[in-house]
């Protein structure tokens, strides 16, 4: 089976966008393939956050995973920071990046904004580690949304430049793999910018833990515009957005949606999309609230992924060092 790698940083609120556009993907072709997913807590210090919420994160994002429906039998869940082979690949890797394709990562000038010159060295390099992370288990497909494109990409070119250096088959050259439905769900207040957990508005956006009242609340708010007709146009992000959700979580066609509408306003359509996230988000916070409540099952099971996928990361580094001739 081929290798599928794929992860989520433990900071702020899983939202309906990690869901749609990342894990829903995952558990459906986990039988599929041979699965790893990470939790990235290395990718999350990025950024100053408090240890005490990381800790808790962590493990918040673990009960998740396995809530929204992965399977153990056919994946593997693990804590970044408790593979060590991740940082030490991470320092050979980066001796190997060009600054220059660093400089064009697009999310980097997004996170740092003003604070160019104060904000921490890792927040540039990210982009390495997250090669690490794919390139340690020899991955060939990388499940995300759409705005983690560019780092695969550079995953790849990274990949094809050592192997070209050293010996053709140090590492599996990987290939995103990104669904035209849910890749980008874009955010309730500003549906011109993407859904963000480091949104300071918890209105844009829809947690996977939001009970029915919060969802209804959030969706009733949700920006649209002053046109009657539902329906999917380009022109109005807004609606077309929660459209798409709407498609997503139904199955149906734009013309079965349009036509079901027909006729009604956006208010019918905003109550019928509150019942189908309350449909989908209900059962996985029932199981949610069980994984949580034995969290010494929890961190056993993560210390086991750990154990599972540590010699695998371990050849791959193996193999590395050997080419750069160190050890
Ligand atoms: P992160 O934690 O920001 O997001 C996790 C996943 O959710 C997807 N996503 C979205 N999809 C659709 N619409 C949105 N509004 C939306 N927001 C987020 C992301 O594309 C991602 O798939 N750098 C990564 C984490 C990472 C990783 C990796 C991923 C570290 N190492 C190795 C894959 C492989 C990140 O920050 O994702």
Not at 53 to 70: D, I, S, T
Not at 190 to 209: E, F, G, Q, R, V
């Amino acid at each position: 089976k081929k290798r599928v790698f794929s992860g989520i940083q433990p900071t702020g609120n899983i939202h309906l966008g990690n869901y749609l556009g990342a894990i829903r993907n995952w558990v459906e072709t986990q039988d599929q393939y041979d699965n790893i997913f990470c939790i990235v807590d290395l990718h999350a210090i990025t950024l100053p956050i408090d240890p005490k919420e990381l800790h808790a994160n962590v493990r918040k994002l673990a009960a998740l995973y396995l809530a929204c429906g992965l399977d153990l039998k056919s994946c593997k869940l693990f804590v970044q920071s408790q593979v060590h082979q991740h940082a030490e690949l991470d320092w050979i890797l980066n001796c190997f990046t060009p600054m220059g394709w660093l400089n064009r990562m697009t999310q980097f000038k997004t996170k740092a904004g003003s604070e160019m010159d104060t904000v921490g060295a890792g927040l540039y390099c990210y982009p390495v580690l997250m090669a690490c992370d794919i390139l340690l288990y020899q991955t060939h497909y990388v499940p995300v949304g759409d705005d983690q494109r560019q780092h695969v990409e550079l995953t790849r070119d990274l990949a094809q430049r050592f192997n070209n250096i050293y010996n053709k088959s140090i590492f599996t050259l990987p290939e995103a793999q990104i669904r035209d439905a849910g890749a980008r769900i874009m955010s309730l207040e500003d549906p011109t910018k993407k859904m963000s957990k480091s949104d300071p508005n918890p209105s844009a956006y829809i947690t996977l833990l939001d009970d029915p009242k919060m969802i209804k609340k959030k969706i009733a708010r949700a920006t649209t515009d002053s046109e009657r007709v539902v329906a999917f146009d380009p022109a109005r992000p807004g609606i077309t957005n929660l459209l798409s959700i709407y498609q997503i979580l139904t199955g149906q066609s734009q013309q079965e949606i349009e036509a079901d509408f027909e006729g009604k306003g956006y208010g019918d359509f905003k109550a019928a999309l509150t019942d189908r996230l309350v449909e989908t988000l209900s059962p996985i916070q029932q199981r949610y609230n069980e994984i949580i409540n034995d969290m010494a099952a929890l961190e056993n099971l993560l210390k086991q992924g750990a154990d599972d996928v540590r010699p695998i990361a371990e050849r791959t580094v193996q193999k590395v060092k050997k080419a750069v001739g160190l050890g």
